[in-house]
């Protein structure tokens, strides 16, 4: 079974500051990894993903990821945080033989202050 | 190209009753997958159904049912509506080649009194 686990529910940073969304994972076999960004009272929206090529992502408005093994882990991030940054940021893997199939983390709200 | 639509995007169902919820791909996407949001289970994968057939399921009682059509647009229903089946319906639809990955409608919100 496949699981996805986020630190942090919240994080807050200042506007221009480095953001770092942590994801560790737990696959059986090599995983695609997902981002995605929830607004309010919307759906999700992909920001980047890992499907076994460049272990180094980079995704929409500026974020990127990297896939690393040993660690596990597919930490999301950005060097200089907007305000328009804030919302809910989900970590998702699956397995190529059900790629369809999401496992989500539990999410992180990134709250930017000026 | 458009993206997914789901339809209603707000619903308000008394216990007991049933609804029909409906998601319409975005074009010469076949696969489908449902997924539903709560405060309190998170993001949760319903099924998932390609050429009209379930091929993927998760764990939800058999309440939670779906079908697709021949033009890949799919509903899902849930019978005797419980208050614990208020949370956000999402759809999703993939081409299934390449990097998998999936395109999400707006949701419906169901909401059950």
């Known amino acids: 079974a496949q699981s996805v686990t986020q630190l942090g529910s919240h994080v807050s940073v200042s506007e221009g500051a480095l953001v770092l969304l942590r994801c560790n994972y737990s696959?059986?076999?090599?995983?695609?990894l997902f981002w995605y960004v929830q607004y309010p009272n919307q759906g999700l929206q992909l920001l980047l993903k890992y499907t076994s090529a460049a272990t180094l992502v980079k995704g929409i408005n500026g974020f990127e990821a990297e896939f690393k093994k040993s660690e596990t882990s597919f930490h999301l991030t950005k060097p200089s945080a907007h305000m328009s940054d804030a919302a809910e940021y989900f970590c998702s893997v699956s397995d190529p033989g059900t790629a369809s199939k999401l496992t989500f983390g539990t999410g992180t709200r990134l709250q930017v202050t000026l | 190209k458009a993206g997914v639509t789901q339809t209603p995007r707000y619903l308000i169902k008394t216990r007991g009753q049933q609804v029909t919820l409906s998601c319409s791909p975005i074009?010469?996407?076949?696969?489908v997958s449902w997924y539903q949001q709560t405060p309190g289970q998170g993001l949760q994968f319903l099924f998932e159904?390609?050429?009209?057939?379930?091929?993927n399921k998760g764990n939800f009682p058999g309440r939670f049912s779906g079908r697709q059509f021949s033009n890949s647009r799919s509903e899902m229903n849930v019978s005797t509506l419980e208050l614990g089946d208020s949370a956000l319906y999402l759809c999703?639809?993939?081409?299934?080649?390449?990097?998998?990955?999936?395109?999400f409608g707006p949701g419906t919100r169901l909401t059950v009194t």
């Open positions: 074009s010469g996407h076949r696969s």
């Open positions: 999703a639809s993939t081409t299934l080649t390449g990097s998998h990955e999936q395109y």
């Open positions: 696959s059986s076999v090599p995983p695609y």
């Open positions: 159904y390609f050429s009209e057939t379930q091929r």
